[in-house]
């Protein structure tokens, strides 16, 4: 029910940088994050933010990256500075929903990718 589209993706040149947003069709009222899936490769952690504002971050991206949300336009984001040839991939973005019910359930939503390309 809740859809997710990432936008931003595009091809920079090494040392440079992107902005990727994703936004939600519904309440993401839990995590959001950022996953990426290089050819060949499996789908790896990028980040991720809780809905109270704590991140965790890959180590290969760990003080190049930041993710942010807005939770008011169920929007994630992800500033990807100083980029490098090893981080082009499809970007996924995915959206975790607690519905608290009887029993409390949760669901993860995911977008269609976009792609980040960083030439050499």
């Known amino acids: 029910q809740v859809h997710l589209v990432e936008s931003g993706g595009g091809l920079v040149q090494a040392g440079g940088s992107l902005r990727l947003s994703c936004a939600a069709s519904?309440?993401?009222?839990?995590?959001m994050g950022w996953y990426r899936q290089a050819p060949g490769k499996q789908r790896e952690l990028v980040a991720t933010?809780?809905?109270?504002?704590?991140?965790n971050y890959a180590d290969s991206v760990k003080g190049r990256f930041t993710i942010s949300r807005d939770n008011a336009k169920n929007t994630v984001y992800l500033q990807m500075n100083n980029l490098k040839p090893e981080d082009t991939a499809v970007y996924y973005c995915?959206?975790?929903?607690?519905?608290?019910?009887?029993?409390?359930?949760?669901?993860?939503?995911w977008g269609q990718g976009t792609q980040v390309t960083v030439s050499s």
């Open positions: 933010i809780t809905s109270g504002g704590s991140t």
């Open positions: 995915n959206g975790r929903v607690l519905v608290r019910s009887a029993p409390i359930r949760v669901f993860d939503y």
């Open positions: 519904g309440s993401i009222n839990d995590m």
